[in-house]
């Protein structure tokens, strides 16, 4: 990749600035909600930044409530994979993906489990090639269909 980046943790202080990534006001509920797990510590969330810019994010959080997503000390769940619009197709996710999976392994956890609509095709195409091949549910809620996929992550590099 020939951009210069960083990827640092967030620090709830700064959890506003992410608008420059997704419509943090449009999503108010999400972002409460966020928000709220990034100051509990049951969320953590690092920003890729290019120049001080925000330019993507993803999370990792401990309990998600759901046995297929979390499970204590084993299981953790990638959450809040986002790209800035203008930066997507350029291997930034995939980045992300990468620092999540050493971030989860270092951690100490084995597995890694992530939720992704099944009319995603572009994410759904990174994770499997992330290593997220063992399916655990295809479900329906009102967002769409999704599947619930996992990853083993002793078994990746």
Avoid at 33 to 52: A, D, M, V
Avoid at 133 to 155: C, F, H, P, S, W
Wanted: hydrophobic share 40%.
């Amino acid at each position: 990749m020939e951009t210069d980046y960083i990827i640092t943790k967030l620090d709830p202080i700064d959890f506003k600035k992410c608008c420059n990534i997704w419509d943090i006001d449009k999503h108010a509920d999400l972002a409460e909600k966020f928000c709220q797990e990034l100051l509990s510590g049951n969320r953590i969330t690092y920003i890729l930044q290019i120049n001080e810019e925000y330019i993507g994010e993803i999370s990792l959080v401990f309990d998600m409530n759901d046995k297929d997503y979390t499970v204590k000390g084993q299981r953790i769940y990638l959450s809040r994979l986002i790209v800035k619009k203008e930066y997507r197709r350029k291997g930034l996710g995939k980045e992300l993906v990468k620092f999540a999976v050493r971030l989860a392994k270092d951690m100490g956890y084995s597995e890694l489990s992530v939720g992704v609509d099944l009319d995603n095709f572009a994410a759904l195409k990174l994770y499997f090639e992330a290593g997220f091949n063992t399916l655990l549910y295809i479900g329906e809620d009102k967002g769409g269909k999704y599947a619930k996929l996992l990853m083993r992550v002793n078994q990746q590099n």
